[in-house]
T-cell receptor
């Protein structure tokens, strides 16, 4: 079956512009996660959705970052007024929920802010 | 709070040699531990996980890991590596809502 998909795969934007990153989770997965992977920082948790609500937003680095999930499915991560330090690979994962459930990762979106 | 320490950023090894990638964790909740692999230009793939039960966990591609509660470790091992095992390996511990990852270990297998 289809895995987690993310779009775009690559995004180059100018400093100060807004960007939207999309994640399509595996059908039926109630939990959805966003992570950021950058050199020197490893994998950082950003936000977690259970259904359409986000019980844990503790990893969002600033109020320029926001995310939403609609219909218990697709999620969008929005970064406003992008800065060069936002350059990273943004990874989305989904799971059936529960602490032991495997998280399935998408291929990521590589964001470059010039 | 949860944290994961991967002591080695890079591990070079020759093909067919054994390898151990080290991982130490701390967790304030029940301990669920994971190893993920990331091949070049690909997403993360689960290698194995420990939830409970036997402390020796076997995963895909011939990898295994041993949970050691007293040493708070979850080291990954493979008795004989292949060139195709060249990748970055991440250890992770489950918290209340998500995974906390280590910074990764790059396994470099050469002929």
């Amino acid at each position: 079956g289809a895995g987690v998909s993310q779009s775009p795969s690559n995004k180059v934007t100018e400093k100060g512009k807004d960007v939207e990153l999309r994640c399509d989770p595996i059908s039926g997965h109630t939990a959805l996660y966003w992570y950021r992977q950058s050199l020197g920082q490893g994998l950082e948790f950003l936000i977690y959705f259970q259904g359409n609500s986000a019980p844990d937003k503790s990893g969002l680095p600033s109020d320029r970052f926001s995310a939403e999930r609609t219909g218990g499915s697709v999620s969008t991560l929005t970064i406003q007024r992008t800065q060069q330090e936002d350059s990273a690979v943004y990874l989305c994962a989904s799971s059936l929920g529960g602490q032991g459930a495997e998280q399935y990762f998408g291929p990521g979106t590589r964001l470059t802010v010039t | 709070a949860q944290s994961v320490t991967q002591l080695d950023s890079q591990v070079p090894v020759f093909e067919e040699a054994p390898v151990e990638l080290r991982c130490n964790y701390s967790s304030s909740v029940s301990v669920y531990l994971f190893w993920y692999v990331q091949y070049p230009n690909q997403g993360l793939q689960l290698l194995l996980k420990y939830l409970s039960g036997s402390t020796l966990v076997k995963g895909i591609n011939g990898f295994e890991a041993e949970f050691n509660k007293s040493q708070t470790s979850f080291h990954l091992r493979k008795p004989s590596v292949h060139i195709s095992d060249t990748a970055e390996y991440f250890c992770a511990v489950r918290g209340y809502s998500t995974l906390t990852f280590g910074k990764g270990t790059m396994l470099l297998v050469s002929p």
